[in-house]
């Protein structure tokens, strides 16, 4: 396995696209670490797909180099690079067996007969296919190609990485739990460098120990899960994850205070210097996750209009609005909820954002 470092990559599908300054990448600088486990997450359109071909060899990028270790592979193909890489559909051969699909990669590589077997049979087990083994391919059902098409990817154990583009789109929902660990448990047993894109949060966060998260051609965010959740680093970071994910509210600062939709609110001690430092002109937002919302009696909070409670089972989401800004809480099943409320923020929980980016405001930051 290898280290795959990405260096000033840039991508515009067109030379007319780059003239205009249309690129689908916009400048991404990263490492993704020997044996990692990567998730790419981020909304349709923002560059997941061409930055994964753009490191499997698929797509040459306008700008910048990929090095696998040392080696500057940025013109090599996809076979130069010794790379598995697994699509949203399935890449199979109908004619063979699922065995002799599975066994494929590996007599490409002419693996002994005696180990191709054993690993065969290991990945039918772990792909719970087992007495499918010497079925036609061309008689399953989607899914189960689909799953052919990971137990291809992930056979080979000699290649430099496995990337995986939304590999579960036609998994069946009930399936996707069971191949999702299987791939962690397999990550785990062989310290694969695996990259995996998706636009789904939960998919990423429980496949991915790091997940790099991308809007509009960039990297806004390389985190763990807990990182994601407690400091997102862009507002759309807070936005994306989470269910329904953070709050996002344009405010003024003036004297250790936010003028939010009009109302004053006390901003804790530490902001005082990060608020000081904020250039003139600039977008400032607060951001507060619904989990750290509550609400109080009139009169000891910011006074919010009710719009509409969603009982989600184990708590409630309580839309809310203060002024014209669409706010949300998440409160306990139990709680009773007044026809008349203001809401409260933890103060532990606040984000400062500075034209979208976070502020650091631990003390002395400033
Ligand atoms: P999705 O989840 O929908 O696949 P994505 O995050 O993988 O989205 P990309 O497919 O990498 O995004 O697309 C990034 C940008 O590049 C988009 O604006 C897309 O329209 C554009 N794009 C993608 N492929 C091409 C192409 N072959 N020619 C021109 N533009 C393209």
Redo the contacts with the bound molecule.
């Keep these: 396995m290898a280290r795959i470092s990405l260096d000033h990559l840039r991508h515009a ?2 030379p007319g ?1 780059a003239e205009a300054g249309i690129y ?2 916009r400048e991404v600088d990263h490492v993704f670490e020997d044996g990692g486990a990567y998730a790419l997450l ?12 753009i490191m499997s060899g698929l797509l040459t990028p306008s700008e910048g180099h990929v090095r696998f270790d040392e080696t500057d592979v940025t013109m090599l193909s996809p076979e130069a690079r010794n790379i598995a890489q697994v699509f949203q559909f399935p890449v199979i051969y109908d004619t063979m067996t699922v065995a002799e699909n599975l066994a494929f990669p590996l007599k490409n590589r002419r693996v002994p007969k005696d180990e191709i077997q054993r690993r065969v049979a290991d990945m039918l087990g772990r792909l719970g296919m087992t007495q499918k083994g010497k079925r036609k391919a061309r008689g399953l059902t989607a899914d189960e190609k689909q799953k052919i098409s990971l137990g291809r990817g992930l056979i080979r154990s000699d290649v430099a990485a496995i990337l995986f ?2 590999p579960l789109t036609v998994i069946d929902p009930h399936m996707k739990w069971q191949l999702r660990s299987e791939l962690k448990a397999l990550h785990k047993e062989f310290a694969m460098t695996m990259v995996y ?1 998706t ?1 789904d949060q939960t998919e990423a966060l429980t496949f991915a120990d790091k997940v790099v998260v ?1 809007y509009e ?1 960039e990297v806004v965010q390389i985190g763990t899960p807990e990182e994601l959740f407690e400091r997102p680093q862009h507002t759309f970071v807070g936005y994306f994850i989470g269910s329904p994910g953070m709050n996002v509210l344009p405010c003024a600062l003036e004297s250790g205070e936010a003028v939010v939709s009009g109302q004053r609110l006390r901003l804790p001690a530490h902001f005082g210097p990060a608020g000081g430092q904020m250039a003139q002109g600039r977008r400032i937002e607060l951001g507060i996750r619904p989990e750290f919302v509550s609400l109080v009696p009139r009169g000891e909070g910011l006074p919010v209009t009710i719009e509409r409670v969603e009982d989600v089972g184990s708590e409630k989401i309580v839309r809310a609005r203060l002024g014209d800004l669409p706010v949300s809480a998440i409160v306990k099943e139990d709680a009773s909820l007044p026809a008349e409320a203001d809401i409260a923020f933890a103060p532990h929980a606040l984000n400062l954002y500075s034209d979208s980016r976070l502020v650091d405001t631990t003390p002395g930051a400033a």
Aim: aromatic share 4%; with cysteine; net charge negative.
């Design positions: 599908y067109t696209l689908a990448l981020g909304p349709s359109g923002c560059g997941k797909t061409t930055l994964l071909n583009d939304e894109v636009h991308m051609g």
